[in-house]
């Protein structure tokens, strides 16, 4: 990904949406170990959100009861050669949220336009001084509309749903076609909710990576990038 080392100087602000399974957590954690930016995980801190309605008992349907309690709420992500570990309250909890019920957990989080506000402030709030990548389901559109590259990376449910399950620990109870099932659902909520639904940004390059490896999706991101620095990028 040579593309990329080219004038370096102009920090940008680099936004990639896409369902769950697409590779979009790989390859922000990849490009901004390449590029030198902070990978802000969107997920992760609706995940870490979710976590902790798990443990308190909060139902997820509660508007008022999420908000009380984001308010309340320190996430932090600190970012490692392996990708961001997650702070909840000053806990650890990288492992945890990846798990399929917290996973599940944050797509119904999610979908209330109050937390997303709460979420989108503290987001906003990060990345304002560029040099960012920042991936999840509404960065283009809502978190970062004036982000300097959007990508949409998508790729065909039935391998996003073996990606997916070959990242969970491998259990007789955890079947591949009810992870397939479970992420069927997860898109159809997430393309379906009223507040920031997934769509791709007006101005976004799709990215279809179902027949493409991780190092070909950031070859083509590469020269975008090195496409919108020759354009001028953040100073």
């Known amino acids: 990904m040579s593309a990329v080392s080219e004038g370096a100087d102009k920090r940008l602000v680099i936004a990639i949406d896409g369902p769950a399974g697409a590779g979009k957590s790989t390859i922000a954690s ?15 801190m609706y995940r ?13 349907d509660d508007e008022d009861a999420l908000v009380k309690l984001a308010e309340k709420s320190r996430i932090q992500l600190e970012p490692t050669l392996g990708g961001n570990r997650v702070l909840l309250d000053g806990h650890e909890v990288s492992q945890r949220i990846r798990e399929l019920d917290v996973t599940d957990a944050a797509s119904k989080v999610s979908v ?3 937390v997303r506000q709460w ?3 503290h987001q906003r709030a990060l990345g304002q001084q560029g040099g960012v990548i ?6 283009g559109t809502k978190v970062f509309p004036d982000a300097d590259l959007k990508i949409f990376l998508d790729a065909d449910a039935a391998v996003r ?11 007789a109870e955890i079947k591949p076609e009810s992870v397939v099932a479970e992420l069927r659902e997860r898109d159809r909520r997430d393309r379906e909710r009223a507040a920031s ?6 101005d976004a390059v799709v990215i279809d990576s179902t027949k493409l490896g991780i190092d070909e999706v950031l070859d083509r991101i590469g020269h975008l990038i090195a496409e919108k620095r020759a354009q001028g990028g953040r100073p």
């Open 30 to 44: 990849r490009l901004a170990r390449t590029l030198g930016y902070v990978n802000l995980e969107s997920g992760a």
């Open 48 to 60: 870490a959100l979710a976590l902790k309605a798990i443990e308190g008992d909060v139902g997820f």
């Open 197 to 202: 639904p997934l769509v791709p940004a007006a």
């Open 119 to 121: 979420m989108v402030e």
């Open 112 to 114: 209330h336009p109050r």
């Open 161 to 171: 749903g073996d990606r997916r399950y070959r990242q969970q620990p491998q259990t």
């Open 134 to 139: 920042m991936e999840g389901r509404d960065i």
